[in-house]
């Protein structure tokens, strides 16, 4: 079988959430399933990295696809000219965006619908896009996996599918993600806040990831005698993010916020394993990589209580309110002050996390590929 693939988010140097998933999920499939032929489909120079095994075709299809217009050219007529003349039997897509125009039968992962629930984190076209598009893209889905029974639920509810037709695969953390021996810690300090204890944020710098309420806990936090702890957020900004940049000059310890910026998962695993715990409070998320990845480097966790979160956290979190200032700044303390407690989140984490890896992920959603296979072969 032919399967063509949507893999435009596999960008060197710059792979988020879904790049990663796309990432970990098709190396194991293409390795494993060597019967099969699979054409990834680039939307601009691909790197050799990316090629995993000797049964990946990749082809860069024009437009480069990173505004609504060129995501309509894109999916609407360059895909489906090569769909066709590769005579390409199936059409997987880890982003969710799908070919409305294509015949190919199609298979999307859509990772969560944030913007049905909050339009205004996204720019004006792009959930205008989304709000159009992603509907009608579900109900093309010969099948849909998604990261949480949480998503399940919501596309289920949002979009009118049947539950029938979307399974959950939930995502891994990379076995680069480990805990740091006490020395290592201590230099990783040293390096990053001159030997003070931080508290760390992982992630873009997007509204929904609610880094000013983030920020402004931190400000209350320390406003409250505690001890000189650092903030390190680390991640690229995504779309225009202006209250950012107003909250932090309203702030009174705004000299201790690092911004240590994005990094590749070795120099990111020494940033997890020397922090005093993760601060990760978005307002919505699908999954949240970052609480797994903590949990991996044996830090204490601290996440919001709402969408997805508590799900995957199970009781190997501090669960806060993600819209209260003061709901998170006392979960930073009582983790800072707390010793029995934060060894107490350590240990359930290393239980917790021994539910996900990349390998079932990948064999959950090839289980999910080959059931909308044998429903179109029938």
């Known amino acids: 079988m032919r399967i063509a693939v949507n893999t435009r988010l596999l960008l060197p140097g710059k792979l988020e959430g879904i790049g990663w998933f796309t990432r970990e999920t098709l190396t194991r499939i293409t390795r494993a399933n060597r019967e099969h032929e699979f054409m990834f489909l680039f939307d601009r120079p691909f790197s050799d990295e990316f090629v995993f095994s000797d049964n990946v075709i990749p082809l860069v299809v024009s437009p480069p696809a990173r505004h609504p217009l060129l995501w309509h050219a894109w999916f609407e007529y360059s895909v489906p000219r090569v769909l066709k003349k590769t005579k390409a039997?199936?059409?997987?897509?880890?982003?969710?965006?799908?070919?409305?125009?294509?015949?190919?039968?199609?298979?999307?992962?859509?990772?969560?619908?944030n913007f049905i629930h909050h339009p205004e984190f996204h720019p004006w076209l792009t959930r205008k896009y989304y709000g159009r598009y992603f509907p009608l893209f579900a109900r093309k889905a010969k099948r849909i996996a998604t990261v949480s029974d949480y998503s399940k639920k919501d596309i289920i509810g949002s979009f009118g599918i049947s539950p029938d037709r979307v399974d959950v695969v939930y995502n891994g953390a990379g076995n680069v993600y480990m805990p740091l021996a006490m020395?290592?810690?201590?230099?990783?300090?040293?390096?990053?806040?001159?030997?003070?204890?931080?508290?760390?944020?992982?992630?873009?710098?997007?509204?929904?990831?609610?880094?000013?309420?983030?920020?402004?806990?931190?400000?209350?936090?320390?406003?409250?005698?505690?001890?000189?702890?650092?903030?390190?957020?680390?991640?690229?900004?995504?779309?225009?993010?202006?209250?950012?940049?107003?909250?932090?000059?309203?702030?009174?310890?705004?000299?201790?916020?690092?911004?240590?910026?994005?990094?590749?998962?070795?120099?990111?695993?020494?940033?997890?394993?020397?922090?005093?715990?993760l601060v990760y409070i978005?307002?919505?998320?699908?999954?949240?990589?970052?609480?797994?990845?903590?949990?991996?480097?044996?830090?204490?966790?601290?996440?919001?209580?709402?969408t997805s979160l508590p799900e995957i956290a199970g009781n190997a979190a501090l669960l806060v309110d993600p819209f209260s200032?003061?709901?998170?700044?006392?979960?930073?303390?009582?983790?800072?002050?707390?010793?029995?407690?934060?060894?107490?989140?350590?240990?359930?984490g290393r239980v917790r996390r021994t539910m996900f890896s990349w390998d079932r992920t990948a064999g959950l959603l090839w289980e999910s590929i080959q059931k909308a296979i044998d429903c179109e072969c029938s």
Request: charged share 25%.
């Open 89 to 113: 039997d199936f059409f997987l897509s880890p982003d969710g965006f799908l070919s409305l125009s294509a015949a190919t039968p199609s298979f999307a992962v859509m990772h969560d619908i």
């Open 183 to 277: 020395e290592e810690k201590r230099i990783v300090k040293n390096e990053l806040t001159s030997g003070n204890d931080y508290f760390l944020y992982v992630g873009s710098f997007h509204q929904r990831k609610n880094i000013c309420r983030l920020l402004e806990a931190y400000d209350l936090f320390r406003s409250q005698a505690a001890p000189c702890i650092k903030l390190v957020l680390a991640g690229r900004r995504m779309h225009t993010y202006p209250q950012m940049s107003v909250t932090l000059e309203k702030m009174t310890f705004r000299e201790d916020v690092i911004f240590a910026g994005h990094m590749e998962p070795p120099d990111l695993q020494r940033v997890y394993g020397a922090a005093a715990a």
């Open 282 to 306: 978005p307002v919505f998320e699908g999954f949240g990589i970052p609480v797994l990845e903590a949990m991996n480097c044996d830090i204490p966790v601290m996440t919001s209580d709402c």
């Open 325 to 348: 200032t003061r709901s998170v700044a006392e979960g930073m303390h009582r983790i800072i002050s707390d010793g029995k407690f934060r060894k107490a989140l350590v240990g359930r």
